[in-house]
Every structure is written in structure tokens, then in C-alpha cells.
């Protein structure tokens, strides 16, 4: 089923788990994603980064996320991961998106509140839920830089943007960063619990991928409802690439090393979903 990320996301709020939402590059990576949420009978959301849309039109990722999720029997949505601008906001939903992520975490807070209110009523007028991110989640993946990553996100403002700008969900800045960690992440439950406490909407875990399975299942305990893997997954498919050619340098067929790539996504995915509490909710 191909649907809207809003009830799945109210749903895991009401019933204490999470969405896993993961960033595909291609087919391969869709339909390994895809597939093992199947099996699990887990909703799950798919997305695409700004430099993921260069790499290929928003139209193309639709078309294949759609053909793929009408064969399956769970819940799939397509997100846009980090969008840059208001345009592509706009471009994807025009295509067919189901959800979009408007990121105005660099700007002031008036000019991201300014900047996410506008995308939002585009999301109303066109039932397409917006997510928007307070705070600065740091590191870097794809062409977005985080940087240090030192703003986590305050509570009392973030009642005040959730207010302003009637936004769907709220990725927050608790410790976790993009990328690849250097070092071990310092996560801050308590204030993802404070932040629970003082807005209603669900909130969204970025930065995920390497943080320790167990810190996961407590974010998730404490309130999120969706929780974003991207790098973790782009490692597994490459690894898979990698294994075949280190065996036969002389392999040509990319069915040969894309199936060998999916399985090592596969096994991110299957664990991924455990660690969300989403296994059996779709």
C-alpha cells in the first residue's frame, strides 16, 4: 500500500513504536528495504536526500517506491529526506511524494519558522504532511554539513515553532549526528523526554545509523515515532559490491553483485526494524 506517513506516525505515537524510515540510492535498495518490511509486516517509510533527486528525478524514485509498495500488503510512504529548498519541496509533492521534510535548521528561528510555515501550507492544501527539523543535528552525509553538531534542540522553543508553524512532525537535535560517528554518540534522553512532554506532534530521530541498538529502543520508549537510517545501509550495499568483485574481479552482470548488495540491506534493515518495535504493527 502506498500511502501518507501521517497516520502511521500518529498510530506509532499512540502505540509506543516507531516508523523506521531508511534513504534508498536505487531499485536494489528499494525492494531490499521494502521486502524485509514486508516480511516483518513493519510500516516503513522510504526516502530520498536532495543529492539522491540529482542523481535521479523525483519522478523516477516514485514510480519505483509506488510499483513496489502495490505489491506488497504493509504501509509504504515516500519521504523527502532534508529538503533543501522550498522548490523541491514543492517538486515532490507535485510528483507524487507522501511526505516531505522541509530543513530550515540552518537559518535564525524566524526564517526557519518563516520557511517550514510556507511548505506546510502547501502540505494542508495538498494532504501531504510536512516534517521540519529545530535544533542542528550535526556530521555530514550527502552534500548537507551539520558541523559540530553542538545545538540540540530546546523545549520551550520548540513548543513555540510546533505552534507557529502547525508543522506534522519534528525532527529534533538530541546528540546524534550524520554520517559516520567518530567516537561514541552522547545521546540526551532526558531531553527528548522534556521535549515529549511540551509538544504533541511525533518526533523524529536523524543521525541513527551507528548509534548502539539499545539507545534506539530507549529514544523510541521516550517518544519518537520515526527514526531515520541512511549511512548504515549505503555501507552495506557497498560492502556487498565489494565481497563479489574481491572474489571475481571478472563478474559483469550487476544482477550478480546487486542481489549479494540487497542481502547485505537486508540484514540492516531486519535489524533496524527490531529496534523500532515496528515488527507485526503494519
Known amino acids: 500500500m502506498f500511502t501518507t506517513s501521517r497516520q502511521l506516525l500518529l498510530n506509532a505515537q499512540k502505540k509506543g513504536y516507531a516508523v523506521p524510515a531508511f534513504n534508498v540510492e536505487n531499485m536494489e535498495m528499494a525492494m531490499a528495504v521494502i521486502k524485509i518490511a514486508n516480511e516483518m509486516k513493519s510500516p516503513v517509510i522510504i526516502q530520498t536526500t536532495p543529492s539522491t533527486l540529482n542523481y535521479a528525478s523525483p519522478k523516477t524514485y516514485q514510480s519505483i517506491v509506488k510499483a513496489i509498495a502495490e505489491e506488497v500488503d504493509i504501509p509504504v510512504a515516500l519521504h523527502l529526506d532534508h529538503g533543501s529548498s522550498f522548490e523541491l519541496a514543492v517538486k515532490t509533492i ?18 526557519n519558522v518563516r520557511l517550514t510555515k510556507r511548505v506546510v501550507d502547501v502540505g494542508k492544501a495538498c494532504n501531504i504532511p510536512i516534517e521540519a527539523e529545530l535544533g542542528k543535528v550535526g556530521g555530514k ?10 545545538k540540540n534542540t530546546d523545549p520551550l522553543e520548540a ?11 519534528l525532527a529534533i537535535a538530541i546528540g546524534t549526528s550524520h554520517g ?23 518526533l523524529v530521530l536523524h543521525g541513527t545509523s551507528g548509534v548502539d541498538g539499545e539507545i534506539v529502543q530507549q529514544c523510541v520508549k521516550a517518544g519518537m515515532c520515526k527514526v531515520n537510517y541512511a549511512t548504515e545501509l549505503r555501507v552495506a550495499y557497498s560492502n556487498g559490491v565489494k565481497e563479489v568483485f574481491a572474489d571475481n574481479q571478472d563478474v559483469y552482470d550487476p544482477k550478480v553483485y546487486g542481489r549479494v548488495a540487497m542481502e547485505k540491506v537486508e540484514n540492516v534493515v531486519r535489524k533496524n526494524i527490531s529496534y523500532c518495535f515496528s515488527e507485526n504493527k503494519a
Open 94 to 111: 507535485k510528483e507524487g511524494y507522501t511526505s516531505v521534510m522541509i530543513d530550515g535548521s540552518h537559518y535564525s528561528f524566524e526564517e
Open 141 to 150: 552525509e550527502d552534500d548537507l554539513d551539520g558541523g559540530d553538531g553542538n
Open 159 to 169: 513548543l513555540e515553532f510546533v505552534k507557529r508553524t502547525d508543522v506534522d512532525f
Open 180 to 202: 559516520l560517528y567518530k567516537g561514541t554518540p552522547n545521546i540526551d534522553i532526558k531531553r527528548l523526554k522534556e521535549i515529549r512532554k511540551t509538544v504533541d506532534v511525533p
